[in-house]
């Protein structure tokens, strides 16, 4: 589909988004086997314009499915390895001093570093330091980067996907949570089942190469990024995500008591939007025009997963964010 041929009725836009949506993952599903709720998360982000932090361990095809993904969708792909002496140039870009031939003087010129594309796979994001994290998440934010006191706005659509490995903790710079809130979505990559695990090992040791075709391009992207935000949203359905994250805040009078007993902060105001804006992405992906309660509780656990700080008795007593979500989502 094409930029001139989007179809001008919302609902059908819908529909035709449903249809390239299942198209999408059948063609990611010639390279990847299984991960099929992290792939339809990974679009959902992006559709939501948001970003993900990809947590899982080694050799679960993080990159892979990642730059699968920009190429069914026609995107610039840009992977940067974070590794402990990288600097924030490195990835924003530098200033290079040049001489014009013609006239014999010195001049600044601005080289774009590996920032500037549609998808940016940050690898390893906890590998570098505070300092290079935050001008990967300054672009993030302000889709823009500043250098010399001239602002460069990224390309749009952009989409940042970052990995961290959950069991190497040795020299490492854990993100803190201020900066953990920029990202919309943690995913966490689980073990393939034994079934697929055979298919992945049969399809990786043949001369077997799979033949990818684009769905999307990024004009089609950014028209269904303003789709969702024209999706309609009910006054109780928003009632219910605010409800839900008030609900993690150990000093809101609303708040559980066994959130007052293992919570030290709760997820705040950002939390509520995506929930809202994840909703109703997942909605028109399932070619509904609308969302409903359950598709706020689909995605609380990505939302919220990264946002909630739990205390010393948490630990204590052997409780995780995830079962608090669950107690939360139950109750």
Known sequence: ??????????????AAL??????????IGKVIIGQHA?????????LAQ????????????????????????????????????LMPSDITG???????????????????????ANIVLADEINRTPPKT????????QEHSVTAAGVRYALEEPFFVLATQNPIEQEGTYPLPEAQLDRFMYNLWLDYPTREQEELIVKNTTSQTIAQLSTVLTGGDIMFYQQLVRRVPVADNVISYAVDLVTRTRPT?????????????????????????????TRAILNGRPMPDIDDVRAV?????????????????????????????LNE
Not at 1 to 14: F, G, I, L, R
Not at 18 to 27: G, I, K, V, Y
Not at 38 to 46: H, R
């Open 94 to 116: 530098t200033e290079i001093i040049e001489e014009n031939q013609s006239t014999g003087q010195k001049v600044f010129r601005f080289i774009r570093g590996p920032v500037f």
């Open 300 to 328: 609380a656990h990505p939302v919220l997963r990264h946002r909630l700080v739990t205390n010393f008795n948490a630990e204590a007593d052997g409780v995780s964010t995830i079962q608090i979500i669950d107690r939360l």
């Open 18 to 27: 449903n249809t390239s949506f299942q198209t999408l993952r059948n063609e």
């Open 252 to 280: 809101e009078d609303n708040a559980p008591q066994f959130i007052k007993d293992w919570m030290r902060w709760g997820a705040g105001p950002r939390a509520s939007q995506y929930l809202i804006l994840g909703a109703k």
């Open 38 to 46: 992290i792939v339809e998360q990974m679009f959902t982000a992006l």
């Open 1 to 14: 589909m094409t930029t001139e041929q989007h179809p001008k009725d919302d609902v059908q836009a819908v």
């Open 50 to 85: 948001g970003h993900c932090l990809l947590v899982g361990v080694p050799g679960l095809a993080k990159t892979l499915l990642i730059k699968t993904l920009s190429e069914v969708i026609d995107l610039k792909f840009s992977r940067v390895q974070f590794t402990p002496d």
């Open 133 to 140: 994290q935050a001008a990967l998440l300054e672009a993030m």
